[in-house]
């Protein structure tokens, strides 16, 4: 192996940029060529590729979001941009991917790989936290922090006006980030796509804790789960209490990486090298009880199951 090449695809998250550093960098201490490829699959199929030395990535530690830039590419689902993006692979002599992103990327990462014989190497990073076999994902944790700092500012306003708080979070199929901000933020409830939404049991307990002297509450709603403005509207509808909606949105995305993102990205970037030198292939690169792992593609696009009932039921009982 000579040359390999690496891209971003999906959604951004914060500490794909430290992953990049250490894929160019361990590459190059390794003997290799590095290619970045910019946009994503877009980029492999329109030949949007530039040889990184080892100041191409300097200073980008601690940048959020990607150097190389990202895009849903939607294109590459058909066999003729597919075919595109071998010969892209073919024309520049590249002996092994990495694909940095989340269930996605893995999956097109998966099918190309195979169909092309192409050996691919993931790198788990994804806000959601979705792959499946894997304990965390680079950026879920600057995410949940970025979401915490504002849920805590909502609290101050929440409380001194004594009003309720609908907080939507990013999580349109997953709900991990809702309920990790959730619980850590002291949140009275939270809706997530998991679960069905129980309405009216969570204006029974808005209306019995009001009745108690309870002045404030905050809910946290996963996109999935549906949106801030509908549920503010109808639980002031049937609590008769001020309800104010507010929907974080693409901040979740942005900002400086966590200490935790970084080390992570800087982990599993050697660890995708390390992979394809040896000869390995078709595997997603993760943390998994403290330790490094590699996971097959086809596990980790698997739905991803943790133990969202007991993290509920925990912050249901601490109210």
Request: a neutral charge; hydrophobic letters at 40%; one cysteine or more.
């Amino acid at each position: 192996m000579k040359r390999i090449a690496v891209l971003t695809t999906g959604g951004d998250a914060p500490g794909m940029n430290p992953a990049i550093r250490a894929v160019v960098r361990y590459g190059i201490a390794n003997k290799l060529e590095v290619i970045g490829v910019f946009r994503g699959w877009s980029g492999l199929i329109n030949e949007e590729i530039k040889v990184l030395d080892h100041r191409s990535v300097s200073g980008i530690i601690s940048q959020g979001g990607t150097i190389l830039k990202t895009s849903r590419c939607v294109e590459f689902r058909s066999k003729e941009a597919q075919e595109r993006a071998y010969n892209t692979v073919k024309k520049f002599a590249v002996d092994g991917l990495v694909i940095i992103g989340g269930n996605g990327s893995f999956t097109a990462g998966h099918e190309f790989g195979k169909k092309y014989n192409v050996p691919c190497m993931g790198i788990a990073a994804s806000i959601d936290n979705d792959i499946n076999g894997l304990d965390y994902t680079i950026g879920s944790d600057t995410a949940i922090n970025t979401a915490l700092n504002a849920i805590d500012n909502i609290r101050d306003t929440a409380t001194s006006l004594e009003r309720i708080f609908v907080v939507e979070v990013m999580g349109r199929d997953c709900g991990f980030i809702a309920l990790a901000v959730a619980l850590a933020g002291g949140c009275e409830d939270v809706f997530i796509p998991e679960r069905p939404v129980d309405l009216e049991s969570a204006c029974h307990d808005i209306v019995h804790g009001n009745l108690i002297g309870k002045v404030s509450w905050i809910i946290v709603v996963a996109e999935g789960a549906g949106k801030a403005e509908d549920f503010a509207k109808k639980i002031n509808g049937i609590t008769g209490l001020e309800t104010r909606a507010v929907t974080l949105g693409h901040i979740q995305r942005g900002g400086r990486p966590t200490a935790f993102s970084r080390d992570l990205a800087l982990r599993l970037g050697k660890e995708a090298v390390d992979a394809l030198l040896e000869g390995d292939r078709d595997k997603a690169v993760g943390l998994s009880k403290g330790r490094v792992v590699r996971i097959g593609f086809e596990t980790a696009i698997k739905k991803k199951e943790f133990d969202l009932e007991g993290i509920y039921k925990l912050i249901k009982t601490l109210t």
